[in-house]
């Protein structure tokens, strides 16, 4: 069966750095790229970021392009995403999901809560 | 790269038919046939409902179905039931090699 696991929620003050994860199981985790989707409080999806692990090619999106990274390490099946310098308004769920081709997420993880604030 | 087109609320009664619309642009719905739509209950993950425009993935009811037309694609539910109320968002490729969410519809069950 295929599972997106995420890592858990977080609750930092800003200017300080994160690191969240997302680890997949049930597949060949180096063959699907992986991408990362923010949900702030009641608002809708947008992509951030999507990586392929097999090479770590990465695309972001314009809008987070120099805002986070996202990186893989495919020998334990895991992408992540990071801020080096959060701000209140990074304050969202953030999803993984498995992207088939360029096409469509099939699977999502359960999301991770990041609440920043001082 | 502007969020695809979609209504804010659309509403409707059990037992009928609606139609969500998502408008983009000649280079993101118009250009492939890569437009796919996701369901979000509150407090739930997205979940997949239709992928390459009109295909549904194993488990998901054959009262959801998708098409499009020019640069703007649809979602279709027929016999509306409760269970169906949730947020509804379409998602495509762009000519750029990068992605597109839709703003979301938020549907209620009268």
């Known amino acids: 069966e295929v599972q997106l696991v995420q890592s858990g929620a977080e609750v930092k003050k800003p200017g300080e750095s994160l690191k969240i994860s997302c680890k997949g199981f049930g597949y060949s985790f180096s063959t699907y790229r992986i991408g990362w989707v923010r949900q702030m409080p009641g608002k809708g999806l947008e992509w951030i970021g999507i990586i392929f692990p097999g090479d770590s090619e990465i695309r972001y999106s314009p809008s987070f392009q120099a805002q986070v990274t996202v990186a893989a390490d495919k020998s334990i099946s895991t992408t992540f995403l990071q801020w080096s310098s959060l701000k209140a308004s990074d304050t969202a769920i953030y999803y993984c999901a498995r992207l088939v081709g360029f096409r469509y997420f099939d699977y999502w993880g359960q999301g991770t809560l990041v609440t920043v604030s001082s | 790269q502007s969020a695809l087109t979609q209504p804010a609320s659309v509403s409707g009664s059990p037992g009928q038919s609606i139609t969500l619309s998502c408008t983009g642009t000649s280079s993101d719905i118009g250009a492939y046939n890569y437009v796919s739509w996701y369901q979000q209950h509150p407090g739930k993950a997205p979940k997949l409902m239709i992928y390459?425009?009109?295909n549904r993935p194993s488990g998901v009811s054959n009262r959801f179905s998708g098409s499009k037309s020019g640069n703007t694609a649809s979602l279709t539910i027929s016999g509306l039931q409760a269970e169906d109320e949730a947020d509804y968002y379409c998602f495509s490729f762009t000519r750029s090699n990068t992605w597109v969410f839709g703003g979301g519809t938020e549907l209620t069950v009268l």
């Open positions: 390459d425009v009109s």
